[in-house]
DNA sequence: TCGATTGCCACAAACGTTTGTGTAAAGTGA
DNA sequence: TCACTTTACACAAACGTTTGTGGCAATCGA
């Protein structure tokens, strides 16, 4: 390997005319220079010493002996798309600040794939582990609940696991009010992965509050599928077909929404005018393309994500966080 | 920790009535059944017991004895970036295949980000890296040198170093050529980074073979700035205001155009009757809003990428490659 | 003044593998 | 039959840490 990783503790010691237990206690206790484990002349001396030669500890060894990895594993159904990455990016950032190494891995919200995924986390002996793609229902739970790694869950919640997650309901209700003032009647709702907590959330809250002004949206009215560009036109083309032109249309992900942008425009629909538009997660396409949308913190559920995970990994029993979300108006509606 | 990961080969060996050592080589050697190292009928129960109680290995230990980590490390400029991320799915792909895991890093395009987030993983002892965000002058590459590690470039070239990359050159020539046969004559360029192999092979390709064709792109319509939507809005804007309106665009990435797409049409001009457009890397969101666009075949660059370093891990000299792009017409040119 | 505490450090065992070497028994060829 | 190779295993050391325990000197409290 490199030259500075072959610099041992052992090495180290001997050089210092000092015992390997001695250098251990000192580079390990962040105290620093006042390590109540070493004179502070000695504790000067082996830091200054390591810090020459770059010293750096072997983490298999030090695995092996305390059996703690210091690596987290995270789930999520796919690193390409954005808002799973950068929840991943809130994670590896929070990580990193205490110390931890964050290894992702897509399951692409299929069973068998998650199923892999997560053995071989494991298999790596991570100290805990962040779901990102984990059902309403929590059946892909069960398996992990065997094995006794901590687990939380972001994005997605599931009842009586701890979570942390856009409070997807006041966000459904933030689109559905802002459309309910502009006096639509007619809405159509891309609803996204119906076995999904944003899917279920965002629409129950968006529903609700449009009832609450006198607005139904008939079950016609609304498309499951994906959360993608693609799942989104499809979506639209259907709805369009099947029931007409709508007064809006809210969508549960901002790339759903593009998608039906794309369809609105290739019929000759003008946004807004002829449809308003309002999307989810206020991804910086949204601002490229002027789209309404509710925007959801989510680089914070991903750095909060990570903190929860690391309360339960040291024992305390912790409680699930909703984030706020925030309307962000533009052009589209 | 589980349950799984707390029986070992000692009590596998135990259980069986062998030793360790035994039991080791045989579920070591890929082999199978048919090891060389114990008789069928032995080979079979260590086999089956290990498969029974689900014996995962110890990876700390097995890195501590071999001072091999299984572990690769790959830094990207930014997860977020579409591109990126699905070079990494590439790469994370191959790298499961091989019974390597894949460990990914941000750099933020930032030398000291760089830096610290490499020095990370060299510090975890990985077997090899996978550079994507190096610039065409390797000045992150020096310090990486040093130390001993195998690595790639990916996406980014940089002479002098084994990469694997898009032909980026012919990919600008794709654009230019379509162009040109459309007849258009004043052209805006938005190059992207021009640090980068990325910006500068595609900016190459495309102005060469426009000149080809006698079109000649003066230095006033060419902008350079970053690869995402904003970027490409405000270069777009720029451009706008000091030369006036082109009859066509080329983007050296999907993002800036769609960015250029949204100010052009907030200026009135339409898409592809006044001013024709063509992206690069063919992203989902491009088919969404029908951007004529460069393909890039960027999960096999990750793949081949990962390839071509456990070729060099293996001590092959290896060979640079370049993978062929494809032009896909669509609506906006 | 003496016993008790504290400060500073060393010893050695253990974590779970991998692998070089050793060694019986069984098989082989002449 | 005997010298031989091969088969099928076991022994034990080593990888580089961490951490419980122990020991000696200096300091402290009364």
Redesign the interface.
């Known amino acids: ?5 072959s610099v041992t503790l052992k090495g180290l010691a001997q050089e210092l005319g000092l015992s390997p237990s001695t250098v251990s206690r000192v580079l390990n206790d962040a105290a620093g220079e006042e390590s109540r484990w070493a004179s502070p002349e000695t504790s000067r001396r082996i830091l200054a010493l390591a810090h020459e030669v770059g010293y ?6 030090a ?2 002996r305390t ?1 703690r ?1 210091r690596l987290i594993g995270v789930v999520v159904p796919r ?2 798309d ?1 808002v799973l ?2 929840i ?2 809130g994670i ?1 950032e929070a990580a ?1 600040e205490h110390g931890y ?1 964050a ?4 399951s692409l919200d299929n069973p068998e794939s998650h199923e892999a995924r997560v053995r ?1 986390l ?4 991570i100290d805990g582990l962040i779901l990102g793609d984990t059902p309403f229902d929590g059946s892909t739970l069960t398996a992990i609940e ?4 901590p687990f939380v869950l972001v994005n997605r919640r599931s009842p009586g696991y701890p979570s942390v997650t856009c409070n997807d309901y006041l966000g459904g209700q933030l689109a559905g009010e802002y459309l309910a003032g502009l006096g639509v009647e007619k809405v159509f709702l891309l609803a996204g992965k119906n076995r999904m907590s944003t899917s279920i959330d965002r629409t129950a809250g968006f529903t609700e509050r449009l009832a609450e002004h006198g607005i139904h949206v008939p079950a016609e009215h609304i498309a499951t599928g994906g959360f ?3 799942a ?2 499809e979506a639209t083309r259907r709805l369009l077909d099947s029931v007409g032109v709508p007064d809006a249309l809210f969508a549960v992900n901002d ?1 759903a929404a ?2 039906a ?2 369809v609105l425009a ?1 019929r000759g629909l003008s946004v807004p005018d002829d449809v308003k538009i309002v999307g989810y997660n206020d991804t ?2 949204a ?4 789209l309404t949308t509710v925007r959801s913190p989510m680089h914070q559920i991903g750095r909060q994500g990570l903190e929860l995970l690391l309360d339960r990994m040291d024992g305390k029993d912790v409680e699930s966080r909703q984030l706020d979300p925030e309307l962000v108006v533009r052009t589209s509606a």
């Open positions: 390997m490199s030259k500075r990783s750096a500890k072997n983490p298999y060894a695995s092996l059996a990895s690193l390409q954005y990455a950068t991943y990016e590896d990193a190494v290894v992702v891995a897509n071989k494991m298999d790596r002996r065997r094995e006794d790694v993608d560009a693609e989104g036109e790339f593009i998608g942008l794309g290739g910086p396409l601002g490229g393309v002027g």
